[in-house]
């Protein structure tokens, strides 16, 4: 994905959340911060809140008007806490954030990406400016988000959209690599030593069944098996130790 992504904020309230919103959209790659009609200076508190974001803070550009703020934006994407069934009141229905990073993928040009106020969210007109609109699932009984939150969340949907080859990303967590074989491997030792020091026979089944959980759940690296097998070699090596010597 080439697309340049702005981020324009309509009539900011708190110029700390402004702050915020500059620092994440610094996290995830946003190319400008524009801002329409902001309804606080932006202080301290604003540039302590943007950290790394700073750079895209005091570059801001700033607006009168929607209108003027996303005139050269290619496609403009708005974003509303109405649910896909209450949408139809704004004409058209709206997407994932996931989906929007689907549809943004595959995008050349410049995106803007417009979050409202932090008290009533963008109007009605101005949503129909927009040729998207983008909703965050949350709670049905208390569906707003912090300004700065939604904007994480979206702006994170759009970067993890691009893949793991982007050279500008940190790396995702690594994937893990199931290793059925040393499971069952460990299972079968695990069997032999519960044998060896006399485990009830009738609970042996029930706790080889709960370690079976257990690792389903964890998923151990084939590292981490073969510590786990060493150790059951070592403790068979107490044992004959012991035996060796008459004792128990």
């Known amino acids: 994905m080439t ?42 508190e604003a540039r302590r809140r943007a950290m790394g974001g700073l750079v ?64 009533n969210g963008l109007s009605r007109d101005e949503l129909l400016q927009c040729d998207l609109l983008v909703h965050v699932p949350a709670r049905r009984e208390f569906p707003t988000l912090n300004l700065s939150h939604a904007a994480a969340v979206v702006l994170y949907a759009v970067h993890r959209a ?14 893990l690599l199931l290793n059925g074989r040393e499971k069952e491997l460990f299972l079968e030792r695990l069997g032999e030593l519960l044998t060896r020091i006399r485990y009830p026979a009738h ?9 079976r959980r257990v690792l389903g759940r964890s998923t151990p690296t084939e590292a981490e098996f073969r510590m786990m097998l060493g150790l059951f070699r070592s403790l068979g090596r107490e044992l004959e130790g012991r035996k060796s010597h008459g004792g128990r």
């Open 203 to 211: 609970k042996r089944r029930g706790l080889i069944l709960l370690f």
């Open 56 to 119: 895209l803070l005091t570059k801001a550009r700033k607006f009168s008007t929607l209108a003027l703020a996303v005139r050269d934006a290619d496609l403009v994407v708005g974003t509303t806490d109405l649910s896909t069934g209450r949408s139809t009141a704004y004409l058209r229905r709206s997407v994932s954030p996931e989906r929007f990073g689907e549809i943004a993928r595959s995008l050349l040009g410049r995106v803007a990406v417009v979050f409202g106020p932090e008290d």
């Open 162 to 175: 691009k893949g793991g080859d982007d050279p500008e990303t940190t790396p995702a967590p690594e994937e």
């Open 3 to 44: 697309a340049r992504i702005d981020v324009v904020v309509v009539r900011p309230k708190e110029d700390g959340n402004v702050g915020a919103v500059a620092r994440v959209a610094r996290n995830f790659g946003a190319s400008r911060l524009v801002l329409v009609a902001p309804r606080a200076p932006l202080g301290a």
